[in-house]
T-cell receptor, first 114, second 113 residues
């Protein structure tokens, strides 16, 4: 009965490859996010979707493309991976009608690009 | 300009003592929310406590309380009776408007037995 689940937990790949991270939430929330946590633990928002519509798109390279097939799923596809993409990627969800609603995070995907 | 400032990169506290983790924020939106999250070494992000800008009282959740000083734009987290399991990174975050939640750089807390 995991609330926000993301797969895979670990992803090791070579430069230039394309990879995807999947995220699903069963909380009935209407908004989902991708955050990137770098090696210094800084959490930076990348994207936010509300009811499958892209709401926030921070200055993220075009190689990153989010896809939301429905409001319970938000996947992240990364093309032409670079060394600097190595980080932990967190998916999160919240109910935006309730501004007190905290973000519920998945357990993160540790991406290592070699 | 940074929206959320956490000035303590690392803190030590003796077990069973109280500790205050500092957070200041910057916003011109009169309606905002402040969150604190804990990230233990295992990596998951755990929601601790929330304070709304219009809340009349400081938020409390068990051993966690928020010292909210609106005029000073500060929202410090107070952990009472520290336990070894409190050793973790702590992040202050703010929601302005809808959707976007911005995080501070975090404070690493170590509880000493």
């Amino acid at each position: 009965d995991t609330a926000v689940s993301q797969t895979p937990k670990y992803l090791v790949t070579q430069m230039g490859n394309d990879k995807s991270i999947k995220c699903e939430q069963n909380l009935g929330h209407d908004t989902m996010y991708w955050y990137k946590q770098d090696s210094k633990k800084f959490l930076k928002i990348m994207f936010s979707y509300n009811n499958k519509e892209l709401i926030i798109n921070e200055t993220v390279p075009n190689r990153f493309s989010p896809k939301s097939p429905d409001k319970a799923h938000l996947n992240l596809h990364i093309n032409s991976l670079e060394l600097g993409d190595s980080a932990v990627y967190f998916c999160a969800s919240s109910q935006e009608e309730n501004r007190r609603s905290p973000l519920h995070f998945g357990n993160g995907t540790r991406l290592t690009v070699t | 300009a940074q929206k959320i400032t956490q000035t303590q990169p690392g803190m030590f506290v003796q077990e069973k003592e109280a500790v205050t983790l500092d957070c200041t924020y910057d916003t011109s939106d009169p309606s905002y929310g402040l969150f604190w999250y804990k990230q233990p070494s295992s990596g998951e992000m755990i929601f601790l406590i929330y304070q709304g800008s219009y809340d009349q009282q400081n938020a409390t959740e068990g051993r966690y309380s928020l010292n909210f000083q609106k005029a000073r734009k500060s929202a410090n987290l107070v952990i009472s009776a520290s336990q070894l399991g409190d050793s973790a990174m702590y992040f202050c975050a703010m929601r302005e408007g809808y959707q976007k939640v911005t995080f501070g750089i975090g404070t690493k807390l170590q509880v000493i037995p």
